[in-house]
Nanobody
């Protein structure tokens, strides 16, 4: 069965950095693009970034461009999100999943537990 295990979140000061990891299993990782999503309290889930599996360009939501970098390790079946210059508005629970297009739809309806990021002084 599909497993998506996010880690790496925590409390960080504004301007700081975190690297999130998503360890996956239960599917052929190299066959799928992977995405990072986030959801803040009281707000809808939003797409943060997508890394394709075919070498095409990465996708980032405008608010994180220049600060976040998505990457993947196709040997470890893991996707990463390097987050720099963090802002309080980046605070959210972050999830990884298999995107359908460039919106918030994902393959299936399974979500992992996510990892909580709090940006605060």
């Amino acid at each position: 069965q599909v497993q998506l295990v996010e880690s790496g979140g925590g409390l960080v000061q504004p301007g700081g950095s975190l690297r999130l990891s998503c360890a996956t299993s239960g599917f052929t990782f190299t066959s799928y693009p992977m995405g990072w999503y986030r959801q803040a309290p009281g707000k809808d889930r939003e797409l943060v970034a997508i890394i394709p599996n075919d070498g095409s360009s990465h996708t980032y939501t405008d608010s994180v461009k220049g600060r976040f970098t998505i990457s993947r390790d196709d040997v470890k079946n893991t996707v990463y999100l390097q987050m720099n210059a963090l802002k309080p508005e980046d605070s959210a629970t972050y999830y990884c999943n298999r995107p359908l297009g460039r919106g918030t739809r994902v393959l299936g309806q399974f979500w992992g537990k996510g990892t909580l990021v709090i940006v605060s002084s």
